[in-house]
């Protein structure tokens, strides 16, 4: 079913360490509307799907949505490599790394971690096309928020593209949701 590229989506080359940014971003990898409850959602709701068109959808969207995780997890793990005990005390990063280290973690940015009570599948197809398409758009409204907290060009570029893929999946689910009316 899937064909593993070993390089990410969009490339990720982030040189400034910033601990406090990749507690942030961590709500994007398992925060209540991040990329993997994102790829769970989809991926289910597939299954429950009635038409090959709407499946085809859920599943392109969820594999990507896994991509997407894969590049958020480099983004924290960029940001916190190269970090020293001082960059953990004058980051605030001490909560997360009591826990976990500099390990990628699924986690809201408030530190909350990742439930299944973030995702919905329903199996009636409208419904979860509608779900999807609020999905998209929280997603999207978060990416908008990191931009505007993020000052490194850096971290900002694979953030807006990251971004721009929750429109196009917003799209995509319309998309679907028009073919269903049309059948």
Excluded: C
């Amino acid at each position: 079913m899937w064909t593993y590229d070993k390089k990410l989506q969009y490339p990720v080359n982030i040189k400034q360490t910033n601990p406090r940014l990749a507690m942030a971003i961590a709500s994007q990898l398992g925060g209540p509307d991040g990329e993997l409850g994102a790829s769970l959602r989809y991926l289910s709701q597939r299954y429950s799907a009635p038409y090959d068109e709407v499946r085809a959808i859920l599943t392109d969207i969820g594999s990507e949505e896994l991509g997407h995780m894969e590049m958020i997890s480099a983004i924290m793990y960029q940001l916190t490599k190269n970090m020293t005990a001082e960059d953990v005390k004058k980051y605030g990063f001490e909560p997360y790394y009591v826990d976990h280290t500099a390990g990628i973690y699924p986690s809201s940015a408030a530190g909350v971690p990742f439930t299944a009570a973030y995702i919905q599948s329903k199996g009636d197809v409208i419904t979860d096309l509608h779900e999807d398409l609020a999905a998209e758009q929280k997603a999207r409204t978060t990416y908008d928020n990191l931009l505007r907290i993020i000052d490194d060009p850096d971290v900002k570029d694979p953030i807006r593209f990251l971004r721009e893929r929750e429109v196009v999946h917003y799209q995509r689910f319309g998309e679907a949701e028009q073919s269903i009316w049309n059948t």
